[in-house]
């Protein structure tokens, strides 16, 4: 295991997967059992974001506990709804330290429903470039959750505003790395046999890749982005949810980089995923509005977990991806990662077609 940072991969490695665990659980039920609500902006949050955010502050709390914490979720609407609360106790309560073989490294199990609350509430830092900050999206792709879609549970940490260590598991994804990258790719209907993925990366020492499944952690792998040769092989992914990514003009920038395959529409941070490990080639998430400020916790173990793997990512104006700002990517504007090789070409095209060439 890596010797810089080891405590913290070793912490955010586990973490997460007990985390994907009890997503899982969730995963196989119907989306009226999911128990969705509505936040202010729309979005949708199920009993798994709860329950995983949970599992996965009281593993930075034991470990970490003057690090500052910047999660998605907090407790408010759960105190309001008994039966929501109840429904994540269980799951928080049922997920067992010795599923993953991680008793006392990750710290006893939650005690009572009035600690998972507390711990749902920890995690309203403000971020900035200042100190350590681990940012956690419990359930990253929740619409693809409960489509029965891809989507991730995501944790970095930040240090004065720079990625030092990203993690993402992926349950629905494919363990083989080769897999070829579809839209439906790791969806069979059946059991878990063959999927599940845990993806890391420490800044300066390289992305890995291991099967996500109980008990101690599997070994990992290095990973690499592939060589692209010829761009109109290759394969680029964008956000399924118009909403999220302008993908008419998506489709303008393949047909102007000659890219003939259609695009890749995958929820989550599985799509930095599918890129580093060479599944997939190119990642474009375009601006819809110039309002909208993406959320750090969408992006901080994908940006990492791409450029350890040999990509690049920047936003629309080639700038690198800002996570020292505070809570939202606000002196950033869409993304683009791609192959070092080839992202200069891409950023070209980027810009060309929504008229950012000076």
Same mark, same amino acid.
């Given at each position: 295991?890596?010797?810089?940072?080891?405590?913290?991969? !070793?912490?955010a490695l586990l973490a997460v997967q007990r985390a994907a665990l009890l997503t899982r659980?969730?995963?196989?039920?119907?989306?009226?059992q999911k128990g969705t609500v509505s936040k202010d902006d729309a979005s949708p949050v199920?009993?798994?974001?709860?329950?995983?955010?949970?599992?996965i502050i009281s593993a930075l709390r034991h470990n970490f506990p003057r690090d500052a914490?910047?999660?998605?979720?907090?407790?408010?609407?759960?105190?309001?709804?008994?039966?929501?609360?109840? $429904?994540?106790?269980?799951?928080?309560?049922?997920?067992?330290?010795?599923? @993953?073989?991680?008793?006392?490294?990750?710290?006893?199990?939650?005690?009572? %429903?009035?600690?998972?609350?507390?711990?749902?509430? &920890?995690?309203?830092?403000?971020?900035?470039?200042?100190?350590?900050?681990?940012?956690?999206?419990?359930?990253? *792709?929740?619409?693809?959750?409960? $489509?029965?879609?891809?989507?991730?549970?995501?944790?970095?940490?930040?240090?004065? /505003?720079?990625?030092?260590?990203?993690?993402?598991?992926?349950?629905?994804?494919?363990?083989?790395?080769?897999?070829?990258?579809?839209?439906?790719?790791?969806? !069979?209907?059946?059991?878990?046999? *063959?999927?599940?993925?845990?993806?890391?990366? %420490?800044?300066?020492?390289?992305?890995?890749?291991?099967?996500?499944?109980?008990?101690?952690?599997?070994? /990992?792998?290095?990973?690499?982005?592939?060589?692209?040769?010829?761009?109109?092989?290759?394969?680029?992914?964008?956000?399924?949810?118009?909403?999220?990514?302008?993908?008419?003009?998506?489709?303008?920038?393949?047909?102007?980089?000659?890219?003939?395959?259609?695009?890749?529409?995958?929820?989550?941070?599985?799509?930095?995923?599918?890129?580093?490990?060479?599944? /997939?080639? @190119?990642?474009? $998430?375009?601006?819809?509005?110039?309002?909208?400020?993406?959320?750090?916790?969408?992006?901080?173990?994908?940006?990492?977990?791409?450029? !350890?793997?040999?990509?690049?990512?920047?936003?629309?104006?080639?700038?690198?991806?800002?996570?020292?700002?505070?809570?939202?990517?606000?002196?950033?504007?869409?993304?683009?990662?791609?192959?070092?090789?080839?992202?200069?070409?891409?950023?070209?095209?980027? &810009?060309?077609?929504?008229?950012?060439?000076?």
């Amino acid at each position: 295991m890596t010797t810089l940072y080891a405590r913290e991969l !070793e912490i955010a490695l586990l973490a997460v997967q007990r985390a994907a665990l009890l997503t899982r659980r969730v995963f196989r039920e119907s989306a009226e059992q999911k128990g969705t609500v509505s936040k202010d902006d729309a979005s949708p949050v199920t009993v798994g974001d709860f329950g995983a955010q949970a599992l996965i502050i009281s593993a930075l709390r034991h470990n970490f506990p003057r690090d500052a914490i910047v999660a998605e979720e907090e407790a408010s609407v759960l105190r309001e709804d008994t039966r929501l609360r109840d $429904r994540v106790w269980g799951l928080v309560r049922d997920t067992k330290l010795s599923d @993953i073989g991680a008793e006392g490294l990750l710290g006893g199990a939650v005690p009572d %429903v009035d600690s998972m609350l507390h711990l749902l509430d &920890q995690g309203q830092s403000q971020g900035g470039r200042i100190g350590r900050v681990w940012t956690i999206d419990p359930i990253d *792709g929740t619409k693809g959750f409960l $489509r029965g879609g891809q989507y991730a549970v995501a944790l970095a940490l930040l240090e004065d /505003g720079d990625v030092k260590v990203g993690v993402l598991g992926c349950p629905n994804l494919p363990v083989d790395d080769s897999a070829p990258l579809t839209e439906n790719i790791g969806l !069979e209907v059946g059991n878990d046999k *063959g999927r599940g993925v845990l993806f890391a990366a %420490v800044k300066g020492e390289g992305a890995t890749s291991r099967p996500l499944g109980t008990g101690t952690l599997a070994e /990992g792998h290095k990973i690499h982005m592939k060589p692209l040769i010829d761009m109109k092989n290759a394969c680029f992914c964008e956000s399924v949810e118009a909403g999220h990514s302008n993908q008419s003009e998506a489709a303008k920038i393949a047909q102007k980089l000659g890219i003939t395959k259609p695009s890749v529409r995958m929820d989550s941070q599985a799509k930095y995923g599918s890129i580093a490990r060479g599944a /997939g080639d @190119i990642y474009l $998430r375009l601006p819809t509005s110039k309002s909208y400020q993406e959320k750090i916790w969408d992006h901080a173990a994908g940006d990492l977990i791409v450029r !350890e793997a040999g990509g690049l990512v920047t936003d629309t104006r080639g700038n690198r991806l800002d996570f020292g700002v505070g809570r939202t990517l606000a002196s950033n504007s869409g993304v683009v990662a791609a192959p070092s090789a080839v992202h200069s070409q891409v950023l070209d095209a980027v &810009q060309e077609v929504l008229g950012l060439k000076k």
